[in-house]
C-alpha cells in the first residue's frame, strides 16, 4: 500500500466558519495525567478523588494484555478494595450496561474507572448515568433526561488513540436487534480525570491501531466541515489532522 503525504486542513475562517458568527463556548475538560507509564498512578488519583471501592471496567483483550493487573495493583498498593468487571462486550447494548449497573451496587463503587476502548469507556459512562440517576440507558438518548443526581467519580483511561471517548459526555449505546448506535449521555457525564498512558496504545494489535488511526482522522474531518465549525474549534481539527495523517504510514506497517 502506498500512502501519500496528507495536505493540511485549511485552518481559516473562509470555508463556512464565519469569523461574525455568535459564539458560545463553555468547555469543560477533564484533567489529563499523560506520559509514559501514567497508568501507574492511577492508585494515587483514585485516592485523590477520595475512593475506597472502585471499579475497574474493562474487557477480556485488555485484561490480556496485562493492562487490567497492573491499574488493579496500583490501586490496591494504595489501600483501595478494587474490582474488577470485564464483561464490557464490542459496541455496548443496554443489556450490558444494566449489568455493569448491577456490578457496581453489588460492589457498593465509589469510583468508575475506564480501562480500554472507545467501547469500555462508553460503557463505564453509561453505567454511571443509569447507576447514579436511575431509569434506563434509552431515556438519556440525546441527553433527553436531565440528571438530578451526582454522578460518581469516574476515570477514564483509553488503550486506544482514536475515539476521544475520554473526552467527551456522549456513550454510543447499540440498540438491541438494530445496530443502530445511540448517543447517550449528559453533560455532568464528562470523566473527572482521564489517564493517557502512551505505553498502552502501542501494546495493541495493528489492525486495531490502523483503525484508531483512521478514527482520528475522520474525527478530525467531521468537526472541521461541520456547520457548526468556527475558528476555534478548527484550530483543533488542524492539529488532530496533522497529527494522526502523519500516524498513518506506521500504524498500516505490518509488526
Known amino acids: 500500500m502506498t500512502i501519500r503525504s496528507q495536505p493540511p486542513l485549511e485552518t481559516t475562517a473562509g ?5 461574525d458568527r455568535p459564539i458560545d463556548i463553555q468547555p469543560r475538560l477533564p484533567r489529563v495525567v499523560a506520559g509514559p507509564g501514567a497508568l501507574a498512578r492511577i492508585g494515587k488519583i483514585a ?3 477520595g475512593a475506597t471501592r472502585p471499579l475497574v471496567f474493562s474487557d477480556a483483550g485488555v485484561r490480556a494484555a ?3 493487573d497492573r491499574a488493579c495493583a496500583a490501586l490496591r498498593a494504595e489501600g483501595l478494595a478494587a474490582e474488577l468487571w470485564d ?3 464490542s459496541d455496548p447494548t443496554p443489556d450490558d450496561v444494566d449489568r455493569g449497573v448491577a456490578a457496581v451496587r453489588a460492589h457498593g463503587s465509589d469510583l468508575l474507572i475506564g480501562l480500554g476502548g472507545g467501547s469500555v469507556l462508553d460503557c463505564a459512562r453509561a453505567v454511571n448515568l443509569v447507576a447514579t440517576n436511575g431509569g434506563a440507558i434509552t431515556d438519556y438518548l440525546h441527553r433527553a433526561r436531565l440528571v438530578a443526581t451526582a454522578l460518581l467519580p469516574a476515570i477514564g483511561v483509553p488503550t486506544t488513540a482514536g475515539t476521544g471517548s475520554d473526552a467527551q459526555s456522549y456513550a454510543l449505546i447499540t440498540a438491541k436487534g438494530t445496530r443502530v448506535k445511540m448517543a447517550c ?3 455532568e457525564a464528562l470523566f ?3 489517564v493517557l498512558d502512551a505505553d498502552l496504545p502501542r501494546t495493541a494489535p495493528q489492525s486495531v491501531a490502523a483503525a484508531a488511526v483512521l478514527d482520528a482522522i ?5 468537526s472541521h466541515v461541520a456547520t457548526s465549525a468556527t475558528v476555534f474549534s478548527r484550530l483543533f481539527s488542524a492539529e488532530a489532522w496533522r497529527l494522526a495523517s502523519s500516524s498513518l504510514a506506521a500504524a498500516l506497517i505490518d509488526d
Open 218 to 222: 475522520a474525527h478530525a474531518v467531521e
Open 192 to 194: 473527572d480525570v482521564a
Open 15 to 19: 470555508s463556512g466558519a464565519s469569523s
Open 87 to 89: 464483561g464490557v462486550a
Open 185 to 187: 449521555g449528559a453533560r
Open 47 to 49: 485516592r485523590g478523588l
Open 66 to 68: 496485562g493492562h487490567v
